[in-house]
């Protein structure tokens, strides 16, 4: 392996920026000799044409590679070696002070700790003793003194009747921070010694290709420069604090067993080692795979093969079969609307099945819609089938919506966020204020997107979530359970949260301006007081059904804690931040500012100029972005479109209310929000809002005992709830199109089918009890 790929895979990546440059150091040693190579005599050809160049070599000067050395010593390797040597030696002795302190800092805690809790013989036994080989006799002296036995005891009784919780938590994060600090102290000695072989590697690189030229040799001068910067106290000390750090943690978790204690702690190392390189290796996967498109599909020889090769040709036959039926079997006597009836069905098992890529059967909708000529003008006085030029005009237009926008504007945050580390910081701050257990890191997830879909909408703040999941699952190996839940659990989570303020989700405004008709409507207090019990509970049971499901609890025992970066926040991540809450301020105030904004849409804009216009982010950003998410929100609000126009839910909404002719108001509003919740599962949420509640607000100002507003805004809340299929809602789209570094997406329809249609029934139970009992009292008649 060369060396620079293995100092990818050994440095630590917080620290990947203090490390030798050596592929700097490598490009200015070949520029070199390039220059004088050319500039001597032709007359020279055993030098002119020689042929041990490397491919290495010969790669970086085709591709003219400049290098620019600070201070502008360009030909001077000595002061290039100088001043990577410098660099290195100021960030080592800046570290080692930085975690000695922190050692001392944790024998303080551990000292606290102990003070508090007592000292049980079975509990806090010193791990006397014991050192290890090279460290000084000091680390022998025992680092806790010990009471007498009677104040010891009374010391117990009182944390045990009072403290026991508290300090049980105290115990548990010194242990994370004792490991963390162990980890570090030993990537710290580490450091010294992948920085000593890449000074090595590279000075034996410039004896090697310019000693020819005439050039000094470095090696024997300048590597014992390098050795002499690391002198052996220095090791000393960081060891004897590694020592010390063994036996603080047997004291806290091994029972004084300083062998076990050193045994975890380098289980816990290795752990972070291959954790390190993992990500790296994904990383680079990642690059290559955006390079050139790579996928890979494994097949094992055999009758599973066979089927595994040709379900995708099963399926698309399935669904040429629907096709096929229901254009042939009348239902409907309007052709219109059973041509859109057979348009909705093929593309249902298409999604569902996964037969075609989501995003390729999104193309297929404004396709059938005009070949199918579903489309309906209604402007005159009767309605007319469009002709097939004006259909596709329809279908076009109504394919680039504001929500279209607000999702590029949330991927340009998103990309920002992710690219300037925001997201790893936010991350960060999140884990370390609850519990490592993946239950609680999933619970903890869920509530944070539901709480940023309450005021940026669900539209743009599940892919906000998703860029802050990133860090996390970098962690995780590709496939893994936790994995899929959280991304899922992001997903559920943000359609609840589409529930929570007049202003999360377009269906909401929508269901506002409804119950406004012929008074006035809810206020936003009214508005919270119902959704937001609805809301927190249906993350409870959602977050129920993803552990019963995919169990992360038996695959992965502690979510791994993000180390926190060292790097001060710089000025571009300020003006990501400043234009990101403006935009995000922005969409929270747009009932206000609509007159001049118009939409949300619009202001979706602004992140895309300040981010793209101003260099934070750049064209190949903008190509990565999920393009296939995009399309196929075009293509669900096509087919929004399609239904709305042609008639048919309109059909089966005016069916369904002379069916319910004499039923009570909870009656009403459990059929009305079972056809929502069917409806808005295979269409936009919008869509469904726009078609079906004013047919539900004119069922309810004529029923003998008028609820209107509490109709609509029931049948508005079940709008988010329906999250049963990859297409229900965008947020369900970005986790469908979601993928780790290998390109293999996340979840798969079946995952959705598993839990979404569930978590869905479970909304809709909540919507028709729950809701309905606390819209008795906060919605007005």
Not at 407 to 430: C, D, P, Q
Not at 698 to 719: N, R
Request: net charge neutral; aromatic share 8%; with cysteine.
């Amino acid at each position: 392996m060369k060396f620079s790929h293995a100092l990818k895979f050994n440095a630590n990546s917080a620290w990947k920026d203090h490390y030798i440059n050596y592929n700097r150091l490598k490009k200015l040693i070949y520029k070199k000799e390039a220059e004088e190579t050319q500039g001597m005599s032709l007359n020279m050809p055993d030098i002119a044409n020689r042929t041990s160049i490397d491919v290495e070599r010969q790669d970086m000067l085709e591709r003219q590679v400049s290098v620019a050395l600070e201070g502008g010593h360009e030909d001077n390797l000595d002061r290039a070696f100088d001043s990577e040597l410098q660099r290195i030696i100021q960030f080592y002795h800046k570290k080692e002070e930085e975690l000695l302190a922190g050692a001392e800092e944790l024998e303080k805690l551990e000292r606290q700790l102990r003070s508090s809790a007592g000292r049980a013989s079975h509990d806090w036994a010193p791990a006397g003793g014991r050192r290890r080989s090279g460290a000084p006799a000091a680390a022998e002296e025992p680092l806790l003194d010990r009471g007498t036995e009677a104040e010891e005891l009374a010391e117990q009784s009182r944390f045990w009747t009072w403290n026991a919780v508290g300090v049980r938590i105290a115990r548990e994060k010194l242990r994370d921070k004792l490991q963390e600090q162990f980890v570090d102290l030993q990537a710290l000695v580490d450091y010294v010694e992948v920085n000593r072989t890449g000074f090595r590697k590279a000075l034996k690189k410039h004896d090697k290709v310019l000693g020819p030229l005439g050039h000094a040799k470095l090696m024997p001068s300048y590597f014992p420069k390098v050795e002499g910067s690391f002198p052996e106290k220095n090791r000393l000390r960081v060891q004897d604090a590694l020592d010390r750090l063994v036996l603080l943690y047997a004291n806290v978790c091994c029972q004084g067993s300083a062998e076990l204690a050193e045994l975890e702690l380098k289980a816990e190392l290795r752990s972070q080692l291959k954790l390190e390189r993992t990500t790296v290796w994904k990383d680079m996967v990642e690059r290559e795979r955006k390079g050139h498109s790579a996928t890979v599909e494994d097949f094992a020889p055999g009758l599973t093969s066979w089927l595994q090769r040709n379900r995708q040709y099963f399926m698309i036959l399935l669904a040429a079969a629907a096709f096929a039926v229901l254009l042939s079997v009348p239902i409907f006597t309007d052709p219109t609307k059973q041509n859109c009836l057979a348009l909705l069905a093929v593309v249902s098992v298409l999604w569902c099945t996964e037969a075609l890529p989501l995003y390729v059967t999104s193309m297929l909708v404004p396709f059938l819609a005009v070949l199918l000529r579903v489309m309906v003008d209604r402007s005159g006085k009767a309605p007319r089938r469009m002709s097939a030029p004006d259909a596709a005009d329809a279908i076009l237009k109504s394919m680039f919506s504001q929500t279209i926008m607000l999702l590029l504007g949330g991927f340009a945050i998103a990309s920002a966020f992710t690219k300037h580390f925001i997201a790893k910081r936010m991350a960060t701050w999140v884990l370390s204020k609850v519990s490592s257990k993946p239950q609680y890191v999933l619970i903890a997830n869920m509530l944070v997107a539901t709480f940023a879909s309450m005021w940026i909408t669900n539209v743009a703040a599940p892919v906000l979530c998703f860029s802050l999941l990133q860090p996390i699952l970098r962690t995780l190996p590709s496939g893994h359970s936790f994995a899929k839940s959280l991304v899922l659990g992001i997903a559920l989570a943000s359609n609840l949260g589409g529930m929570t303020s007049p202003i999360s989700s377009p269906q909401n405004i929508f269901a506002i301006q409804e119950m406004g008709r012929g008074g006035n409507s809810v206020s936003w207090l009214s508005w919270f007081a119902v959704a937001l019990p609805i809301a927190f509970i249906g993350n409870l049971i959602c977050w129920g059904a993803l552990l019963a499901v995919y169990r992360p609890m038996k695959t992965l025992k502690e979510v791994r804690r993000l180390p926190d970066t060292e790097d001060p926040v710089n000025w571009k991540q300020v003006y990501v931040m400043v234009i990101s809450l403006g935009t995000v301020a922005l969409w929270c105030a747009n009932s206000a500012l609509d007159k001049y904004l118009g939409q949300m849409g619009i202001v979706a804009i602004i992140p895309m100029v300040f981010f793209f216009g101003f260099g934070l982010l750049n064209k190949d950003d903008f190509n990565n972005q999920l393009w296939n998410v995009v399309m196929l929100a075009m293509g669900g609000s096509a087919l929004g479109e399609a239904v709305k126009s042609s008639g048919l839910l309109e059909a089966i909404a005016t069916g369904i209310q002379d069916v319910i002719v004499g039923y009570g108001t909870w009656g009403v509003l459990a059929i009305f929000c079972a056809l929502v919740l069917v409806a808005t599962t295979f269409i936009s949420h919008t869509v469904g809002a726009m078609v079906i509640l004013p047919i539900v607000q004119a069922v309810g100002a004529d029923m003998t005992d008028p609820h209107p507003k509490l109709l609509v805004m029931g049948a508005a809340l079940m709008c988010s709830g329906a999250m049963g299929l990859p297409v229900s809602g965008f947020p369900n789209m970005n986790a469908i199109a979601l993928e780790d570094q290998t390109g293999k997406p996340y979840l798969a329809t079946l995952d959705f089918l598993r839990v979404g249609v569930p978590c869905s029934i479970a909304a809709y139970l909540l919507v028709i009890s729950l809701g309905f009992v606390i819209m008795r009292f906060f919605i007005g008649w």
